[in-house]
């Protein structure tokens, strides 16, 4: 099912494809997992170019990306007929921070949205087409897909089923928009949980091949997404006073109103963090300690001044002592990044540089679905 021709695509989409263009600006892919929904999606691409129209394609699959890496919701300006849809460029991306929706909901539904407003203004293109996850059984799947549906307001919405799964979201969305249900093509093949793992490790090995190490100031930075950058961190000094009282280094330290962070070398005891608490005043708060080795092998996202994701990066190291994060990363030498996004996915780091395999063929983590 590749290639660039009508030959080997199922004959309801030769037939679907052109109405499914004329009905709207905003179509919107829905289907499972291994439902033929980015190979059509590659075949619309053509069709429209064919048409004469520009095109945009949202990729919100974060588990087996295709224009991105995987844990982004990345979006590319197709400017030729492309065989497959990883033909595209990124020219964008919004970091979602984890290869599967499940508990990552907010970042996928809003980052979807982000990349399609980015797309109308950037170059306004006459067809927008949006690739979505294979993640639609259950609660999760469904809550997903339909505020994901909510919030774009889609003119066309094409819906993948093989057993008419999908019916309850189709019967609300043939009333708002132009509804479709193409069923899934015989040729469509299922991957294993290894060959969707592969796909993944080539993506990343892709994405870092040209990655060298960045140094950045902390003081200079901003941090969200994470447990890290949610307080006001203490002056050095104030640190060197607190391990001093412990009798135990502490690394960082910062509290707000609603909790604590403190990263230490040697775990402390009850006794010695409720001391902490009363010295930091939160004493109604939680305070939460770490390792300065839990930040090894975080998937982050570097982010600009103006808030625009620029590259995504590795952490090698964050030294404390010395106030800098090293980071592993494909962005450009020179680039000002003003903030670092945390994500949840991490890499096994061997002398430093992450073992992309060993990421890859991890079992899904508990309560994470195999439908990435």
Same mark, same amino acid.
């Not at 053509?46 to 949202?58: F, K």
């Not at 969305?173 to 949980?193: C, D, I, N, S, Y």
């Not at 995504?312 to 003003?338: H, R, T, W």
């Given at each position: 099912?590749?290639?660039?021709?009508?030959?080997?695509?199922?004959?309801?989409?030769?037939?679907?494809?052109?109405?499914?263009?004329?009905?709207?600006?905003?179509?919107?892919?829905?289907?499972? $997992?291994?439902?033929?929904?980015?190979?059509?999606?590659?075949?619309?691409?053509?069709?429209?170019?064919?048409?004469?129209?520009?095109?945009? $394609?949202?990729?919100?699959?974060?588990?087996?990306?295709?224009?991105?890496?995987?844990?982004?919701?990345?979006?590319?300006?197709?400017?030729?007929?492309?065989?497959?849809?990883?033909?595209?460029?990124?020219?964008?991306?919004?970091?979602?921070?984890?290869?599967?929706?499940?508990?990552?909901?907010?970042?996928?539904?809003?980052?979807?949205?982000?990349?399609?407003?980015?797309?109308?203004?950037?170059?306004?293109?006459?067809?927008? $087409?949006?690739?979505?996850?294979?993640?639609?059984?259950?609660?999760?799947?469904?809550?997903?897909?339909?505020?994901?549906?909510?919030?774009?307001?889609?003119?066309?919405?094409?819906?993948?089923?093989?057993?008419?799964?999908?019916?309850?979201?189709?019967?609300?969305?043939?009333?708002?928009?132009?509804?479709?249900?193409?069923?899934?093509?015989?040729?469509?093949?299922?991957?294993?949980?290894?060959?969707?793992?592969?796909?993944?490790?080539?993506?990343?090995?892709?994405?870092?091949?040209?990655?060298?190490?960045?140094?950045?100031?902390?003081?200079?930075?901003?941090?969200?997404?994470?447990?890290?950058?949610?307080?006001?961190?203490?002056?050095?000094?104030?640190?060197?006073?607190?391990?001093?009282?412990?009798?135990?280094?502490?690394?960082?330290?910062?509290?707000?109103?609603?909790?604590?962070?403190?990263?230490?070398?040697?775990?402390?005891?009850?006794?010695?963090?409720?001391?902490?608490?009363?010295?930091?005043?939160?004493?109604?708060?939680?305070?939460?300690?770490?390792?300065?080795?839990?930040?090894?092998?975080?998937?982050?996202?570097?982010?600009?001044?103006?808030?625009?994701?620029?590259?995504?990066?590795?952490?090698?190291?964050?030294?404390?002592?010395?106030?800098?994060?090293?980071?592993?990363?494909?962005?450009?030498?020179?680039?000002?990044?003003?903030?670092?996004?945390?994500?949840?996915?991490?890499?096994?780091?061997?002398?430093?540089?992450?073992?992309?395999?060993?990421?890859?063929?991890?079992?899904?983590?508990?309560g994470q679905p195999s439908e990435d």
């Amino acid at each position: 099912m590749s290639g660039v021709t009508e030959a080997g695509f199922p004959q309801e989409w030769q037939q679907k494809a052109a109405e499914i263009i004329e009905s709207g600006r905003l179509i919107v892919l829905v289907g499972g $997992v291994d439902s033929g929904k980015t190979t059509f999606a590659s075949y619309l691409v053509n069709r429209i170019m064919e048409a004469g129209l520009s095109c945009a $394609v949202v990729d919100a699959d974060v588990g087996q990306a295709s224009i991105g890496p995987p844990a982004v919701i990345s979006l590319g300006f197709p400017e030729s007929p492309v065989e497959r849809l990883s033909d595209i460029p990124m020219d964008s991306f919004y970091f979602a921070g984890a290869i599967s929706p499940q508990n990552h909901l907010l970042p996928c539904v809003v980052g979807t949205k982000k990349m399609v407003e980015l797309a109308r203004k950037k170059k306004n293109p006459d067809r927008i $087409v949006v690739d979505t996850t294979g993640l639609v059984r259950g609660r999760v799947g469904r809550t997903l897909k339909a505020y994901k549906l909510d919030l774009l307001e889609p003119d066309v919405v094409v819906f993948f089923q093989r057993r008419k799964e999908l019916e309850d979201l189709a019967r609300i969305w043939e009333r708002r928009a132009k509804a479709f249900r193409l069923r899934v093509a015989a040729e469509v093949q299922r991957k294993t949980f290894e060959e969707r793992a592969r796909n993944r490790e080539e993506k990343w090995r892709l994405y870092f091949a040209e990655s060298t190490r960045h140094e950045l100031p902390l003081k200079e930075l901003a941090f969200s997404r994470g447990i890290l950058g949610a307080g006001q961190p203490l002056e050095r000094e104030e640190r060197e006073k607190l391990s001093s009282s412990l009798g135990k280094k502490v690394l960082w330290a910062e509290s707000s109103s609603e909790q604590g962070i403190l990263v230490v070398e040697e775990r402390l005891s009850e006794d010695e963090l409720l001391w902490v608490k009363a010295c930091l005043g939160l004493e109604q708060a939680d305070l939460h300690q770490l390792s300065p080795l839990y930040f090894r092998g975080l998937l982050v996202a570097l982010i600009s001044e103006g808030g625009e994701a620029r590259a995504l990066g590795i952490v090698q190291e964050l030294d404390f002592e010395g106030e800098k994060i090293s980071i592993l990363s494909p962005l450009p030498a020179g680039e000002k990044i003003a903030e670092i996004q945390f994500g949840s996915y991490r890499f096994p780091l061997i002398n430093g540089q992450p073992a992309f395999q060993r990421a890859a063929f991890r079992p899904p983590e508990h309560g994470q679905p195999s439908e990435d």
